[in-house]
């Protein structure tokens, strides 16, 4: 009798299943989840994962997927003859310092100016910085798909009058056109450097035109001098990108400014083709985000182009691959505010647990052994709470995963209303979710005598949960006793 009881639970368990792929799962592929055992408990020992603090920056070595002349100067550039003597000054000054940093001496200026052939070069200098001072410039446009510019630092001899040959930076993106906000655009180039003597010196700024060349389309070119920024300066470039390597918990670099209009830094991220995750939580904090600041992910495509990827909720999709991170200011800038950048893998759920139940009825704790086996008791008409918890393959707790719970009692009819009850609810940051529903009345379909110095017989149903990841397969299914009633003797 007891075996055939076990063999009819078994049964019953099957057609659970069954019925909740059915259900609950009726799009997915059930195929994975069919065989899934019924078991309640399951002993997940989920890592801890804080996010940590990135204390220090290690330079990238030559970026794999930017190539660049900035490490072997190829570009012959002729010296001699500047195109014209002058560049326009130009007025254009939407950004603006935050009043924090006003103590620091700074100068910005804005310059406009066209080549008229390709292979052509435009020339500005001298500019002095003094011991300390940063100089940075950056290039933008001209504004045509069919041109390339690029910019190129060098030293500059004031007792001579000429140019070093040799650049000390140089930013030599290939043209492509990204959506920004401001409308679209090429990222602009940009250079940088410190003159770290104990003097003052001198430098000189060219644009060249790499590939074609406008009378029309001008390129505006824009020199910042400044005295006060952060000790990573200067890394305008992508060519210039610091390694920022992420725990699975998220990291984040607190040590660094915007201190200028023009100030670009850039960090390089590396996805490998083992991992947990699909996409890159890139975040700012709230102060920066009002500042203006921007944090933006781009790849590299052949010839240097720079791709800047879509973000949602601030998501970035990733493949295998190295990666550049901007930062950088379309409003305030200020010396004496660190920005936070925060970058976290978006962990990919890889399975889901049924970890306990609670009911308004029931506690935590009503696990009665009949002849089905050891299984969670519900009443009938009382609340009924699923737990559990959503981890990687490898153990991580996934946080914000959005579940569907779907519990099942196949004895009531569909125009019963009563035969499922589903809720929803999204993974807290420990991968944990809860979710609450009302149950019907059980029809008490079983009854169970169960013999003692009292004897009694239970009425109740087999049901069955199912919570499952939106979107994936995983999937966790368990049987549940929904009772109805008990009865002395019987
Ligand atoms: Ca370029
Ligand atoms: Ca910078």
């Known amino acids: 009798m007891k075996r055939f009881k076990k063999a009819i639970a078994v049964m019953l368990s099957m057609i659970l299943l069954f019925a909740f792929e059915m259900t609950a799962n009726a799009s997915e592929n059930t195929e994975a989840t069919s065989n899934q055992a019924i078991k309640v408990e399951s002993d997940i020992q989920l890592t801890t994962v804080n996010e940590d603090v990135i204390k220090r920056l290690t330079r990238a070595d030559k970026p794999d997927s930017v190539t660049s002349s900035v490490y072997v100067m190829q570009e012959n550039l002729n010296f001699k003859t500047p195109e014209t003597t002058s560049l326009k000054r130009e007025s254009i000054s939407s950004l603006k310092a935050s009043p924090m940093a006003a103590s620091a001496t700074a100068s910005s200026a804005t310059y406009s100016g066209t080549i008229t052939q390709e292979g052509g070069t435009q020339f500005l200098y001298p500019i002095y910085l003094q011991p300390g001072e940063l100089l940075q410039s950056q290039l933008d446009g001209p504004f045509s798909a069919q041109l390339d510019y690029d910019l190129y630092l060098y030293e500059f001899d004031m007792t001579t009058g000429d140019i070093n040959p040799n650049a000390i930076d140089a930013s030599t993106y290939g043209t492509y056109f990204n959506n920004y906000e401001q409308g679209a655009a090429s990222l602009p180039e940009n250079v940088g450097t410190r003159n770290a003597a104990g003097y003052e010196k001198a430098y000189a700024i060219a644009v060249h035109a790499k590939k074609g060349s406008s009378i029309n389309d001008p390129f505006y070119l824009t020199v910042d001098t400044s005295s006060s920024y952060d000790a990573y300066e200067p890394d305008e470039s992508a060519f210039?990108?610091?390694?920022?390597?992420?725990?699975?918990?998220?990291?984040?670099?607190?040590?660094?400014?915007?201190?200028?209009?023009?100030?670009?830094?850039?960090?390089?991220?590396?996805?490998?083709?083992?991992?947990?995750?699909?996409?890159?939580?890139?975040?700012?904090?709230?102060?920066?985000?009002?500042?203006?600041?921007?944090a933006e992910v781009y790849g590299a495509l052949t010839g240097n182009q720079m791709v800047l990827l879509p973000q949602t909720n601030h998501n970035v999709s990733l493949n295998t691959g190295t990666y550049?991170?901007?930062?950088?200011?379309?409003?305030?800038?200020?010396?004496?505010?660190?920005?936070?950048?925060?970058?976290?893998?978006?962990?990919?759920?890889?399975?889901?647990?049924?970890?306990?139940?609670?009911?308004?009825?029931?506690?935590?704790?009503?696990?009665?052994?009949?002849?089905?086996?050891?299984?969670?008791?519900?009443?009938?008409?009382?609340?009924?709470?699923?737990?559990?918890?959503?981890?990687?393959?490898?153990?991580?707790?996934?946080?914000?995963?959005?579940?569907?719970?779907?519990?099942?009692?196949?004895?009531?009819?569909?125009?019963?209303?009563?035969?499922?009850?589903?809720?929803?609810?999204?993974?807290?940051?420990?991968?944990?979710?809860?979710?609450?529903?009302?149950?019907?009345?059980?029809?008490?379909?079983?009854?169970?005598?169960?013999?003692?110095?009292?004897?009694?017989?239970?009425?109740?149903?087999?049901?069955?949960?199912?919570a499952q990841v939106r979107g994936t397969s995983n999937i966790a299914t368990d049987v549940v006793y929904h009772f109805a009633y008990s009865i002395y003797g019987g």
């Open 240 to 294: 210039h990108a610091y390694n920022f390597t992420f725990s699975t918990g998220g990291s984040s670099l607190n040590s660094r400014s915007i201190h200028s209009g023009i100030d670009n830094d850039w960090y390089q991220v590396t996805i490998p083709a083992s991992r947990n995750y699909d996409a890159l939580n890139v975040k700012l904090d709230s102060v920066s985000d009002g500042y203006g600041y921007k």
């Open 324 to 466: 550049y991170v901007r930062v950088y200011t379309t409003n305030q800038f200020s010396a004496d505010h660190s920005y936070a950048l925060t970058l976290k893998p978006v962990l990919r759920a890889g399975k889901v647990v049924i970890t306990g139940y609670d009911s308004s009825k029931n506690g935590p704790n009503d696990y009665p052994t009949y002849s089905y086996g050891r299984h969670y008791r519900v009443n009938g008409s009382s609340s009924f709470t699923v737990k559990g918890v959503v981890t990687t393959t490898d153990n991580y707790p996934v946080a914000n995963a959005p579940v569907d719970v779907t519990w099942l009692n196949q004895n009531w009819t569909e125009s019963s209303g009563n035969r499922t009850r589903t809720g929803t609810a999204y993974t807290d940051q420990n991968g944990v979710f809860s979710v609450t529903v009302s149950l019907p009345p059980s029809t008490g379909s079983i009854a169970e005598y169960l013999s003692g110095a009292i004897s009694f017989t239970h009425y109740f149903d087999l049901s069955g949960v199912a």
